[in-house]
């Protein structure tokens, strides 16, 4: 990622931070919509995983600048997906309800070059969580 989408992505992410809770209801509404099938992946209540989704979001938007010291985490996390019974193709839905979701969250904020540098983070990390 180059600095400016770095930075597009951090700011981006600022605005969505005081919508949160909103936005992970969004997230996975739109998830659950598109990919039925990942539901039963998940608690019922979702109250936590909510809270755990922009937890990590946050964590990662954070540390875009320093790939090298998250790399580890994502890896991990992309392990534990896996004994979850995540398969790779289903890495594809979840970046588009995150796309969606940062459109209806940021409206006229949400410019193409905030889309594509999303598009860029989104699709470097699942790259490598799927990996993993």
Partial sequence: MTP???DLVQTSFQKVVPIAAT???LFYDRLFEIAPEVRALFP????EQKKKLMAMLGT???NLNKLDTILPAVTALGQRHKTYGVTADQYAP???????TLEKGLGPDFT???KAAWTEAYTALAGVMTSA
């Fill in 112 to 114: 193409p070059d905030t």
């Fill in 23 to 25: 936005a992970a209801d």
């Fill in 94 to 100: 979840v970046g588009a309800a995150l796309l969606w």
């Fill in 4 to 6: 400016q989408q770095i």
């Fill in 44 to 47: 019922q209540d979702m109250t």
């Fill in 60 to 62: 990662v938007v954070a």
